[in-house]
């Protein structure tokens, strides 16, 4: 059978099946943003790692190597800030093609990699037959009455995002089609580039009792948001008018004739973080995050108790909409 | 300037003097074989990663699936058994090229995996644009006073290993000559793609107080052991009458006009263990592992105080060779 039919999640779900009854007790595993281990009293140990493959994450001649450095360590502090945690140390592996890059350029992907001040306390360098290979594995910690999982959303709560969808994977569109420079393009390939994980949003988060089920959205929110319905067997009904999208991203896809709000919710890799929120105390959430941050939470749905795990999308009028929105699966 | 010319340590020391600065104070970071990090009371998390790529460190035409998820594992678990620890917990990135493999294959590739018991954590999977890449991150634990480092040798120490060298290798050239089935050529691959990491032996030696330095073969003896040399500013003289040649391989390099000692010394996967043991001690730690394991540590040399960490290598009359030989570089 080809993986192809069953998918990446069908894949990872195999894996999962094999190995539950290896994870010892108190310890989580496979199912979400990071594991669990237990670390000092009324404390954890959590635990992501991201592989990055040259032409299937990014495209070598486009991206400088100071971005890539960056934005490889970005996307798995992300999934440290996704379970309300503080990253404290990372590993990274690089594998480098025969000629492909000098020293120079490591030194630049490195000071990307730096720019976040998180320790490098190893890894593992090797060639590649063809393309640039990165893996980082990311330790974090946080107090265990503060992490903040994808299993805990329930019937009623409301669904937040904490920036705007889409400019990543219209500046990747960009990329892809060519356009022509202009400070519209250079700028949202440079969000595409350049994404900042929400660290402080989701240590900040993980301290809000009413925020129950929180991930990040990195292959869409039309897929990332299944997880946490399947996790905690909600459903959900999504306001499509109130889907965040910038000035930017209207602008150009109004200019390209593209569908912002299909980008926005199916595009991947914005690394802002979505959640669910106790409905008696999201104005305070609301309240404390905008007097935080200087910005607001972008409220986008709520959560149904239908059991399943399926998302209705509603137009401005409430009616449900036809279109069906599926997010990134890499096989 | 080209990696190939400061090479793999040279790009690995670069980017530890990068990032020295930031290991938090009690940390131990790049430079063993693996991380050490506080954990409870009198007590390490060990952390190491490990990146294998289709072309470089394996064929995927000639290695079984099953055989691929032990070994990738393997080399990983050979890590911890090199500071004394015990593996707990592991991480593992997947990428896949589209069409490849099919799901019967991720079956075997995990049920090789779960050959060690050791639970799976957490992981990604991704398309890849060319050939399989696999990341392996391994948590282990150890008692503080029993971990093993790099840095101990003392001038003096007696220098052993926990097992033959080279087989390996030997079965890695059958491969590349394409040497025509037997038992004996069937045997050296099977010693390639099923190496046995020495765990019970690592956390066996952790115990013992007179063995000073440890760490595992991976690059070859020749490479391996300037380590660490370096990193304890000793020198090392190797008796080359004394390195440990399985008969299977004495015959088939016999055979093939290959030098058994060279691939013995430079060939590297052997993931047998590598120690420096206090003089006065060694025969106790002879007779006890003996004991334990049932065949003996191969003594092979000794460290000396030259203070610069270079190996000198003599031959049956104790004259030095003018034999130079050199482990795995991967740049």
């Given at each position: ?6 998918g ?120 590649s ?13 946080a ?50 580039h ?6 402080a ?50 602008r ?15 595009g991947?890799?914005d ?61």
């Open positions: 059978m080809k993986i192809e039919e069953i990446e999640f069908g894949l990872i779900g195999r894996i999962a099946a094999q190995f539950g009854g290896s994870v010892p007790a108190g310890w989580e595993g496979i199912g979400d943003d990071c594991a669990v281990i237990p670390w000092r009293e009324g404390e954890s140990l959590l635990v992501t790692t991201d592989l990055l493959v040259e032409g299937v994450h990014f495209l070598r001649d486009r991206i400088s190597a100071r971005e890539l450095g960056a934005k490889a360590l970005a996307v798995n502090l992300s999934d440290v800030a996704a379970m309300g945690g503080r990253p404290t140390a990372t590993f990274l592996s690089l594998g480098l093609p025969a000629g492909a890059v000098g020293v120079e350029w490591c030194d630049a992907f490195f000071e990307g990699y730096r720019s976040f001040g998180i320790p490098l306390l190893g890894g593992d360098t090797t060639s037959t063809t393309g640039i290979v990165i893996n980082i594995t990311v330790l974090g910690r107090e265990n009455r503060r992490i903040k999982r994808r299993s805990t959303a329930r019937p009623g709560d409301r669904i937040a995002v904490t920036g705007p969808l889409g400019d990543s994977a219209a500046g990747l569109r960009v990329l892809l089609n060519a356009l022509p420079p202009s400070p519209d393009t250079d700028e949202l390939i440079r969000r595409h350049r994404p900042r994980p929400h660290l949003e989701g240590e900040w988060l993980g301290r809000e009792p009413d925020v129950h089920a929180l991930m990040d959205v990195s292959d869409g929110v039309a897929s990332d948001l299944r997880h946490i319905l399947r996790a905690s067997a909600v459903g959900a009904a999504i306001d499509l008018p109130q889907i965040p999208v910038s000035a930017l991203l209207q150009t896809a109004a200019e390209q004739g593209w569908d912002a709000r299909e980008l926005a919710l199916t991947g890799e690394y802002v973080l979505l959640l669910t929120v106790d409905p008696a105390g999201a104005e305070g959430v609301q309240r404390r995050f905008e007097a935080e941050f200087g910005r607001p939470l972008h409220w986008i749905g709520r959560c149904t108790d239908t059991g399943e795990p399926e998302i209705v999308y509603l137009d401005a009028n409430g009616a449900t909409c036809r279109n069906d929105y599926r997010g990134f699966n890499h096989f």
